[in-house]
Nanobody, 123 residues
Framework: QVHLVESGGGLVQAGGSLRLSCAAS????????LGWFRQAPGKEREFIAR????????YLADFVKGRFTISRDNAKNMSYLHMNSLRPEDTAVYYC????????????????WGQGTQVTVSS
């Protein structure tokens, strides 16, 4: 069983940066993919990025390319979402998720979720 805990959210002005962290525990993650999603009030959960734990291969949604990056630290069992040039429309609850043999970006491919961390971007 994988357990995920996000941290690093908060209030930031437009144009600012935040780094979200996801601490993973519970088992070996070598075959897992870690993903980041977000959900704004009244909207569906939205895929942001994923990273394959074994080889670090990443995939980002088009709308964050050039602004967000995803990384992981195998030694610390941590994944990070680095967010730059934040906009008010980036305001949402951000979730870390884990899945086995993830091929796409649908939330259903990820079977373990953290509790989420709020990111609020003021204009």
């Amino acid at each position: 069983q994988v357990h995920l805990v996000e941290s690093g959210g908060g209030l930031v002005q437009a144009g600012g940066s935040l780094r979200l962290s996801c601490a993973a525990s519970g088992r070996s993650f070598s075959t897992y993919t870690l993903g980041w999603f977000r959900q704004a009030p009244g909207k569906e959960r939205e895929f942001i990025a994923r990273i394959t734990w074994s080889d670090g291969k990443t995939y980002l949604a088009d709308f964050v390319k050039g602004r967000f990056t995803i990384s992981r630290d195998n030694a610390k069992n941590m994944s990070y979402l680095h967010m730059n040039s934040l906009r008010p429309e980036d305001t949402a609850v951000y979730y870390c998720a884990a899945g086995w043999r993830v091929l796409g970006s649908h939330p259903n491919e990820f079977n373990t979720w953290g509790q989420g961390t709020q990111v609020t971007v003021s204009s």
